[in-house]
């Protein structure tokens, strides 16, 4: 477990030098009142486009430091010129309880295609993406369907982003449902709405709309308060 910590920091320590923002986001949600960090990039170049996020949470439960790290990162691939590409991604992360014990959140592969649509000023963008979705020890063959969106408005001083997602994944434990409930699917989508200070510092908010996520049956929100950092 040692050596898994030490390769995550050196991934995040590495990746982060690329950052092309870091947001700080305290969550309001009930029973959380936690600290997440996030460590953000997309960068396209003339074979397709790479995205990353590091997310870590920090003193959830009884828990000193980050109780929980967690990263995804994607590649979109395209040797020709559409606003088709080849999409692969790799989720994964681990945390750890307020007992002390340590948990891997099951990592996943996933496989597909997306497609970008954006105005001539980039102004508004849109991406639809549709994946086979492997995730390890639950679910061999199953599915995503994701769509990531961003709107400048009033000459770039307000900024609404975020992302929607909708897969297969069978549950069948949670924290307020009886033992033996079982489910078939996930959605989860994450709206953030920026004010843009400068050019570099903004003040938000996003709002995780969940269904069936995170060991807890149903839908539930939970608004944070942040800041971010552009570089």
């Known amino acids: 477990m040692k050596k898994l910590i030490f390769l995550f920091a050196f991934l995040i320590a590495a990746w982060a030098l690329e950052a092309q923002n870091v947001q700080l986001h305290y969550d309001l949600g009930k029973?959380?009142?936690?600290?997440?960090?996030?460590?953000?990039m997309f960068k396209p170049d003339k074979w397709g486009s790479t995205f990353f996020f590091i997310d870590m949470d920090y003193g959830v439960g009884d828990v000193k430091g980050v109780s929980l790290g967690y990263f995804e990162i994607a590649r979109g691939l395209k040797f020709w010129k559409s606003?088709?590409?080849v999409h692969v991604e790799y989720n994964g992360g681990f945390g750890q309880s307020k007992s002390g014990t340590s948990y891997q959140?099951?990592?996943a592969w996933l496989f597909g295609g997306n497609y970008t649509w954006n105005t001539a000023d980039y102004s508004k963008i849109f991406t639809l993406q549709a994946m086979y979705k492997n995730i390890r020890g639950k679910n061999d063959m199953s599915f995503q369907l994701t769509g990531v969106w961003t709107v400048q408005m009033f000459k770039n001083k307000l900024t609404f982003t975020g992302f929607a997602d909708f897969w297969r994944e069978d549950n069948n434990f949670f924290l307020n449902a009886p033992i033996g409930t079982e489910t078939n699917f996930v959605f989860l989508s994450e709206p953030q709405l920026w004010l843009n200070i400068t050019k570099n510092f903004s003040l938000g908010s996003e709002v995780e709309v969940a269904s069936n996520f995170a060991l807890h049956k149903g839908v539930k929100a939970c608004p944070t308060l942040a800041a971010k950092w552009n570089f």
Do not use: L
């Open 31 to 40: 029973d959380r009142k936690y600290v997440t960090s996030t460590v953000e």
């Open 83 to 85: 606003p088709f590409e």
């Open 105 to 107: 959140i099951n990592d």
